[in-house]
């Protein structure tokens, strides 16, 4: 028969007091909280998508035509034709939206130029001065792609222009399931630095067993929602097939990306 | 012990708390009940220092936790030493390879010796009946087990409070009963213990006072088990 009573040490009630003398805490476990609590941040954050109306997949199509030719080109005209056109369609976006686009602009564009300014010592000054123009241009091109898209409105995009199924089904789950990883590796450190009182942590050792955790978790998490869809009838070729119709608002950017498209051929070689 | 005024917690645009106002006493056991959403594992989070709040002031012991002064060791050493939590999601806090190691991380941090440790940890899992499990990896266990491991986990380090996020999810009746019959035993103790329930009579033999939140995040009643006995509505709505 087991003893049930409460074992001496846990009877007593110990009441801390709080010490001011200085403890070092394993600052890298803080670190690692706030990257996800922003990442998390990140991911909740609602898309400020607008009532775009145009189809998934031209839209996906023209920013990647716009992506090519832009790299394609050395003309400086061409480049600002360009900037000018984006620029007129983002005037169609509210100004909450164009106040994020060029927040994501912004970012963006410092975290890659930082790699091109050496060239500028090391290069010839005015090509490096292009070659930044030209990749500001294709930054604001994806920003804006991304602004007026949602992550499911490029899956939509990608089914309707036929990109194989498993490619799409591992992009979709990734995409749903990286925020429940996220937030299941941020409950995994709170539980590491609720009980991280006085001595200093191993780092590598605890992170460690964290990643461990957080791989053995995501690969019980795929499963059993391969396995959820699977009982549900789901089979990697998908019965219904996405078209690829037109609708009327797709008329306009048709006519976005001909203007492009003669630009470039005009003056963009 | 615990003093919250006018508490705002927001995730985003969405509210987490409203406008919380809460005193809890030293030795206290309080139950938090209401629906899914209403924000109890916020509060938890929130006495816990894990999140800070947008507005409102939070006290523990007469010391302001907020987002500055958590980022000082000294403050967030002081609130999780005094704190045992054990989480809603079990699974995500066992981190250690084995449940002996689990049981034994709280303590070695603490920097108690070895043989303290040991009898700590045969303790924990003699008291919740899981010597079994000793030497299983807590990955392994089932939503139960795991459930188990995190309550001896909190315990082995003996804080003077214990919060518990629906500790009787997945439990069997047995254990239903064991961890029933430890909190009651904690709270001869004289521990502060806060503990949630979707059922009332899971905690109405252990609790001096039960928070009811409402679905707008918002705490709608703070009654003790007599009055609670004594409104029939009421305790239909707590009855499952």
New interface residues.
Partial sequence: M??????N?????????????????SRIIQINLNIISFFI?HF???PLINNNKQSAWLKLISMLIILILVLCSNSNRFIWSVFIIILLQTCQLSVKQIERLGHNFIKMFLCSVIFVIPNIIIGNVSATLFFIFRLAIVILNVAYFLQINSWQQIIIGLKQLHCPNLIILVLDISLKYIHTLAI?LQ??L??????????P?NNQR?IG??FG?LY??SKKYTSEVFNAMLLRGYKISSVHKSSMNLKKADYSLIATNLIVIILFITIGI | MFELSNIEFL???RIGLNNLNLKIN?GETIGIMGPNGCGKSTLF?LL?G?ITAKDGIYKF?N?IINAKTIKK??????L??????V?Q?S???????SVTAELS??P????LDQN?IN??VT?CL??L?IEHLAERVP?QLSGGEQKLVAIA?V?T??P?IIIMDEPFNGLSPKYQK?VQ??LI??KD???TLIVSSHNYYYINEVIDRCLIFNENHTLKNDLTPIKIERDNALKTSLEY
Avoid: C
């Fill in positions: 087991p003893n049930d009573d409460l074992p040490w846990l009877k007593k009630t110990n009441h801390l007091e709080l010490n001011n003398q200085v403890v070092k805490n941040k909740q954050n609602e299941f409950e995994n709170w539980a590491v630095r609720l009980r991280m009182v006085g001595k942590l605890i067993k964290v955790q053995l978790n | 995730y985003q645009n030293d989070k816990t894990l012991n010391q060791a000294s403050v967030a050493n002081y999780h030493q005094s704190i045992g939590y989480f999601n699974s995500s806090q066992l981190f250690n390879e991380f709280g070695l941090q603490m920097g303290e009898q700590r303790d003699k008291l009946h990955y986990s315990l380090m003996n003077p064991i019959k430890i035993k904690l103790a004289n521990k």
